[in-house]
């Protein structure tokens, strides 16, 4: 079993920045990568339909939504099974939910329980 969970959501002005992270633990085997996903608060749509963010293999490669290209980077650190998603320049649009996702080297996919982000005057 993998655990994850996230930290680092709150309040912030547009324009400001916020950094998230998923911290994993349990049995992590590489190949395996951390993907952020985010969804409105109180959408009811199930997890699947969760909107893709960014993605990072544990070698390194990203992957990111193109709304937020040039805005968030997501980095690994590979010790200590973390994955971070740096927002900046945060936009209105940009507030939900954010979830962390990982597959593991067997493609079972784990979810945390979400970080709220709110970007509002």
């Known amino acids: 079993q993998v655990q994850l969970v996230e930290s680092g959501g709150g309040l912030v002005h547009p324009g400001g920045s916020l950094r998230l992270s998923c911290a994993a633990s349990?049995?992590?085997?590489?190949?395996?990568?951390m993907a952020w996903y985010r969804q409105l608060a109180g959408d009811e749509r199930d997890f699947v339909e969760r909107?893709?963010?960014?993605?990072?293999?544990?070698?390194?490669?990203?992957n990111y939504v193109d709304s937020v290209k040039g805005r968030f980077t997501i980095s690994i650190d590979k010790a200590r099974n973390t994955a971070s998603l740096q927002m900046n320049n945060l936009k209105p649009e940009d507030s939900a939910v954010y979830y962390c996702?990982?597959?593991?080297?067997?493609?079972?996919?784990?979810w945390g329980k979400g970080t709220l982000v709110i970007v509002s005057s």
């Open positions: 349990g049995s992590i085997f590489s190949p395996y990568g």
């Open positions: 996702n990982l597959q593991n080297h067997d493609d079972k996919d784990y």
């Open positions: 909107d893709f963010v960014a993605h990072i293999t544990d070698s390194g490669d990203t």
